[in-house]
């Protein structure tokens, strides 16, 4: 049976101090994302514009990167390196993979994904972020 993987961006929104990555970020958006990885993935990783691939209890100091500032080269890139990393972790073909994230990470993720032989899902495609926060809330609830 394959491992079910979880593949999830962070948020503007940070704490001030360092802390663990699942505990840095503190948009609701992030949060509940975390919290349905935690419930639903076997393993998940998060990704950030400025070090790319991180672990859930990878530590994090304050920083001030944008993907909305790259270069579309650099934002390929970024992705490229995202998509490395990650293949470092898992093995194409042996996970099913959940991609969580807006449009702006995704449209230079997703190709990545299929260049290094990924297939994936995107559970939230098209989802405004009330929706994405209801979605979210949804399938969190039935756990409790």
Not at 29 to 47: C, G, I, M, T, V
Not at 99 to 126: K, S
Request: glycine letters at 6%; proline letters at 5%.
């Amino acid at each position: 049976m394959k491992s079910k993987i979880g593949l999830l961006a962070t948020s503007r929104k940070k704490q001030s101090k360092p802390d663990r990555v699942i505990d840095f970020y503190s948009s609701p958006l992030f949060k509940k994302s975390a919290e349905y990885a935690l419930l639903n993935y076997d393993r998940f990783y998060f990704y950030n514009a400025k070090d790319g691939l991180l672990l859930p209890d990878q530590m994090m100091s304050p920083y001030d990167v944008s993907i909305k500032t790259f270069r579309v080269e650099e934002k390929r890139l970024w992705a490229e390196k995202v998509v490395h990393q990650l293949h470092q972790y898992e093995i194409p073909g042996t996970i099913d993979l959940y991609l969580h994230g807006g449009q702006v990470y995704r449209r230079y993720l997703q190709p990545q994904l299929h260049r290094y032989g990924y297939t994936f899902e995107v559970p939230l495609e098209g989802l405004g972020i009330g929706q994405q926060l209801k979605w979210y809330d949804e399938h969190i609830n039935k756990y409790y």
